[in-house]
């Protein structure tokens, strides 16, 4: 089992929310990492207040963490990096996850999109946007997304994870598997699959589940999280049952790990993250959304708390190797 | 191109189909059988006050149109379930014969809340001459990518020459909302190719030139081989007041292309236009092009985008 020393929340949405940022209220979900010479850059998601009607957008932003102490800001973005998406794009209420990938002198994302549909609550594409200025503003690649849906994955595919492995890009995201029905209302059930390309754009998918079930036939899984470390690779995730995360408000941390990208063997205990005993931690009710990097010599992770994300995300850092 | 108009063949109200589904017999497809033309469209249920689900169902003709030998008094392709892309209807179904196989290449209709509806290209088989068809996957063959961002629909499919090509169309934009009208869509015709019919490759362009002007809504591409030449037709409009007479209705257009991959427009080869009365009288749609022995068809839609029925007319002079 792998021990993580927890260092606590390390960004709060609501104590930067104001006029100034008027797309920012709360939530900052999905972390993911940029590092610069002085600084590592979050990108998370997040949201303005609910409209008159209850609807919320997301959008993606970033800030920037000390690289000598990523418990201190040392800056916040000004706007999102993308506007929302056009009229009738997959991408038209919100990008939310985002991934992002150093090639050559730009920076790529890789991003969910999402938009408003009437059966289900929403439906889920994949897009992909260039910066130019070091990660602070992306241009869209077009107007549509980069993962089409296919006879073997026709619902939502969603939480881009963009890595590069042996001149290969590696694109872990999670494609619905049902739309299930739950006190009336419809939930979706993820499962964690993977693309490759070798041009970042051009993709060919795997069309199969990397990850077993463990917790439930319905079992919905996300944020696949793929770092390469002691010759292996190995994946942070985290999952939910659809059936009872509502009451249970229950989402976990899982782990597994593989020689070859494909063939995955799941280890859930070896995660070695969980929620913390104190009531009133940010993480107290669950942990979520894992991302793990290394950074001058030691791994960390950041990871949401309670409510997925809606009052920050918060870092641990890995007692001895990852291996 | 000269065409003789054989008249309104199908009347919705006068049809079985009257008992069983609300109005509607839209882009009528051909599939020449052995001993029958069978004629697939898209007919309507109401599933909610005002609002539509299209079905596909057929009329089987004998070779000269004069006769109706059958009807489809079954589920001939399933909708898809909750949150795939063909949930609230299929409209049209474009049939293709491979091998002792039928293709069905079908236009998914599923609604959004911004925009009405969203839709893809569903792929479907039949091992029963087009009796009944079994999807290929819950998910669509084509949908929006980066460069056609929605509305990706309308197939139409034949092998020319060793390969599949696929005529379809893509959105463009959808406008914003105004007091007159919700928000409209504007659409392309475009081209893809396949060694299977499956694998598809877009071309990810617009393949026929504008006559109305950018906002032109190009729809129901159809293609065939006359002596070595391709002809397509096909029908447009303009993106608003097509419903009320304010803007232009829905015509017939017409291209030619030596290569299916470069086609020169010319509407006025199409050698069909309104009739002065009747039930073409102010608009045409959802053409069909096909050979049937030695005689060379176009079914299409009139007024109301066939509320009421289809037509046919027959090449006399190519």
């Known amino acids: 089992m792998l021990k993580w020393k927890k260092l606590g929340q390390i960004f709060d949405p609501r104590d930067y929310a104001g006029d100034e940022r008027p797309w920012l209220a709360e939530y900052a979900q999905a972390p993911a990492t940029l590092i610069f010479d002085d ?35 040392v800056n916040l973005a000004k706007k999102p990096i993308l ?10 209420f919100g990008t939310y ?20 549909a009437v059966t289900v609550p929403f439906v889920v594409g994949v897009g992909m946007a260039k910066s130019k200025d070091d990660g602070e503003t992306f241009e869209r690649l077009g107007d549509g997304p980069i993962l089409p849906y296919t006879p073997e994955e026709p619902f939502t595919i969603s939480g881009p994870k963009i890595r590069r492995f042996n001149d290969k890009y590696y694109l872990f995201y999670v494609a619905g598997n049902a739309w299930l029905e739950i006190d009336g209302r419809p939930e979706i059930s993820h499962r964690i699959r993977m693309a490759t390309s070798d041009n970042g754009i051009d993709w060919m998918r795997q ?13 919905s899984q996300a944020s696949p999280d793929v770092i390469f470390a002691n010759g292996r690779y190995h994946m942070f995730f985290c999952g939910w049952v659809p059936k009872n995360f509502r009451e249970t408000k229950a989402r976990r941390i899982g782990y597994a790990s593989s020689e070859d990208l494909i063939h995955w063997t799941r280890d859930d205990v070896k995660a070695g993250i969980t929620i913390s005993d104190d009531a009133k931690a ?10 793990v990097f290394e950074l001058d010599g030691k791994t960390y992770m950041l990871y949401l708390g309670n409510a997925v994300g809606r009052y920050g995300f918060g870092l641990a850092e890995l007692e001895g190797e990852l291996a | 191109m000269r065409w003789q108009k054989l008249g309104q063949i199908f009347r919705f109200i006068d049809s079985p189909f009257a008992s069983r589904f609300v109005s509607h017999a839209q882009s009528p497809q051909a599939l020449v059988l052995d001993d029958r033309i069978r004629v697939y469209f898209s007919t309507r249920l109401e599933d909610k006050p005002g609002q539509f689900v299209s079905h596909v169902q057929y009329v089987d003709y004998d070779f000269n149109f004069k006769q109706v030998l059958g009807y489809s008094d079954h589920e001939v392709i399933a909708l898809g379930t909750r949150g795939t892309f063909d949930e609230h209807g299929i409209f049209p179904l474009s049939p293709t014969p491979v091998g002792d196989k039928v293709y069905g290449y079908t236009n998914g209709i599923a609604r959004r809340v911004s925009v009405a509806v969203e839709t893809g290209v569903g792929f479907a088989v039949s091992d029963d001459n087009g009796q009944t068809f079994t999807k290929y996957g819950a998910g669509p063959l084509l949908s929006a990518t980066t ?15 060793g390969a599949f090509h696929m005529y379809y169309l893509y959105g463009k934009k959808w406008s914003e909302a105004t007091d007159e009208h919700a928000p409209e869509r504007v659409y392309k015709i475009g081209h893809a190719v396949s060694p299977d019919g499956i694998a598809w490759t877009k071309e990810n362009k617009s393949i026929i ?39 232009q209705a829905y015509r017939i257009g017409y291209a030619y292309s030596d290569d299916l991959v470069t086609w020169t427009r010319d509407d006025a080869v199409a050698g069909i236009e309104l ?18 022995h030695d005689s060379i068809y176009l079914l299409y839609n009139g007024n109301n985008f066939g509320r009421d029925g289809f037509g046919v007319a027959k090449l006399i002079n190519g």
């Open chain 2, 209 to 247: 030139p504008d006559s109305l002007n950018e906002d032109e809504c190009q729809a129901l591409p159809t293609v065939i081989e006359i002596d070595g030449k391709y002809h397509m037709y096909f029908c447009y409009r303009s993106m608003v007041g097509f419903r009320d007479g304010s803007g």
């Open chain 1, 282 to 291: 940010f993480d107290h009710e669950m942990v979520a959304y894992p991302h």
């Open chain 2, 275 to 292: 009739s002065d009365t009747g039930w073409d009288s102010e608009m045409m749609c959802y053409p069909n092009i096909f050979a049937c």
């Open chain 2, 147 to 161: 460069y056609e961002p929605f509305l990706v629909g309308d197939p139409f499919v034949r092998e020319f020459d």
């Open chain 1, 83 to 92: 506007e929302l998406g056009k009229r009738g794009c997959f991408d038209e």
């Open chain 1, 207 to 219: 069309n199969e589940d990397l990850i077993a079930n463990a917790w439930d036939d319905h079992e």
């Open chain 1, 39 to 73: 600084f590592v850059r979050v990108y998370f998601s997040c949201r303005p207040p609910r409209d008159e009607n209850g609807q919320f957008v997301s959008y993606t932003a970033f800030v920037d963490l000390d690289r000598k102490d990523l418990r201190k800001v």
């Open chain 1, 97 to 116: 996850p985002t991934s992002v990938i150093r090639v050559d002198d730009e920076v790529w994302a890789y991003y969910a999109g999402w938009t408003r």
